[in-house]
Structures are given as structure tokens and as C-alpha cells.
């Protein structure tokens, strides 16, 4: 079956310092990828994704993902933190062909400290 | 601005009792998703569908239903809750085509508490 593993379940941080939060799915052919981020309060947003293309995507706030297809994974990482990213993120990919379904990874809380 | 609108953001009810759970969507999407966020356990789909009339089971459907009767209304439906479904839904929307896949739109939550 298909899944999504999020390695770091809590992570805390300072600002200022540099985040990669791990992504790994399972094998299952063509996939699309994204990370979404729950801000306190706040519905789910996408903050980026890739279908193909080049696998360094870049999102919203400075964010980016790389997509290493050798090793299914699909890294979030950001230079430098700050204390309004603290916030819930999910990994999710969609095996394409597959119709709708996208499968969520359990989540990794990140806690920025001002 | 896509507004996913769920009527309710917190609901207590108690077992046995049957209960919905609204949402409306205002941007004219074709594909519309239940899903149940529970800590630890990330987001789990429970049912979609790709257009009105139309439903498909996602991967926990056992003691919900659905229904879809106008595009932009998608409604789910706990027939007898039951404590193990005290949960946060979430509802989303997308439009349809393959280039989108993905790219939900979510609504605020409706924080179910089941007695």
C-alpha cells in the first residue's frame, strides 16, 4: 500500500537556523508532491508542489523542496527560520493515474523560538 | 479567494445520534474531499467525489456516508456516531483536471466531540 513517512514528528528550532524536515514515500511509479502547513488557527494551505520538471521547487515564504527520485523523498528546507513559521507541516504525494487520492504524512510540528 | 465554508466549527453529540456535517465551496470546483485530521495520525480521506451524484470511498469510509446533490455543497454524514469518531473533518475542495491534482483548498474544521 501506499505511504508517506514524515521522519521528525517535533521539531524545535531558534531563529534563524536552518530547517530540512525529511519526506519519504513508498515506491509506486509517477508521483506529484506537496507540502502543506497548518499555522495555528488556520486551515491547511498549499505551500508548494511538484509534478515534473525541475525537482528543486520553490514555494511561498522562502521555502523549497527537493524531490530525489532515487531515494523517494521529498525534503522541505528553509535557510533560515523565523518565529511566524511556526506552524504544523505535511508531506503528501498523489501516485498519478491513480485517480484524486492523496496520501498525507502524519505530520511534523515545528516550534520556532524567538 | 476560494472559501470553503463548513457550517459548524465545533459539535458535540452523542452516541447513537446521527449527525452532519456541511460544507460549501465557493469557487465552482468539480472535486470535493472529507478527510479526519486526528494528532499523530496526520489527515486520513475518508470520502470524494468528482461531481454531483458522484462519490468515492477514500481510505477509512467505514461509518460515514456522503452526499453531493448540488456542485457546491458536499455533506457528510455519521449515520450512528460513535465515540471513536470524536475527530477534527476537514473538508477540501479542487478544480477538476489532472493538472490540479493536489492543489486542495481546505476549510476552517469542524471539531467533532462525540459523547
Known amino acids: 500500500a501506499q505511504s508517506v513517512s514524515q521522519h521528525n514528528h517535533h521539531v524545535i528550532l531558534s531563529e534563524a537556523a536552518s530547517l530540512e524536515l525529511g519526506c519519504n514515500y513508498s515506491y509506486g511509479g509517477t508521483v506529484n508532491l506537496f507540502w502543506y502547513v497548518q499555522y495555528p488557527g488556520q486551515h491547511l494551505q498549499l505551500l508548494l508542489k511538484y509534478f515534473s520538471g525541475d525537482p528543486l521547487v520553490k514555494g511561498i515564504k522562502g521555502f523549497e523542496a527537493e524531490f530525489i527520485k532515487s531515494k523517494f523523498s521529498f525534503n522541505l528546507r528553509k535557510p533560515s527560520v523565523q518565529w511566524s513559521d511556526t506552524a504544523e507541516y505535511f508531506c503528501a504525494v498523489n501516485w498519478s493515474g491513480r485517480d484524486d487520492k492523496i496520501i498525507f504524512g502524519k505530520g511534523t510540528r515545528l516550534h520556532i523560538l524567538p | 479567494d476560494v472559501k470553503v465554508t463548513q457550517s459548524s466549527r465545533y459539535l458535540v453529540k452523542r452516541t447513537g445520534e446521527k449527525v452532519f456535517l456541511e460544507c460549501v465551496q465557493d469557487?465552482?470546483?468539480?472535486?470535493m474531499f472529507w478527510y479526519r485530521q486526528d494528532p499523530g495520525l496526520g489527515l486520513r480521506l475518508i470520502y470524494f467525489s468528482y461531481d454531483v451524484k458522484m462519490k468515492e470511498k477514500g481510505d477509512i469510509p467505514e461509518g460515514y456516508s456522503v452526499s453531493r446533490e448540488k456542485k457546491e455543497r458536499f455533506s457528510l454524514i455519521l449515520e450512528s456516531a460513535s465515540t471513536n469518531q470524536t475527530s477534527m473533518y476537514l473538508c477540501?475542495?479542487?478544480?477538476?483536471?489532472?493538472?490540479?491534482?493536489?492543489?486542495?483548498?481546505f476549510g476552517e474544521g469542524s471539531r467533532l466531540t462525540v459523547l
Open positions: 477540501a475542495s479542487r478544480t477538476g483536471g489532472a493538472s490540479s491534482v493536489g492543489e486542495l483548498f
Open positions: 469557487m465552482d470546483h468539480e472535486n
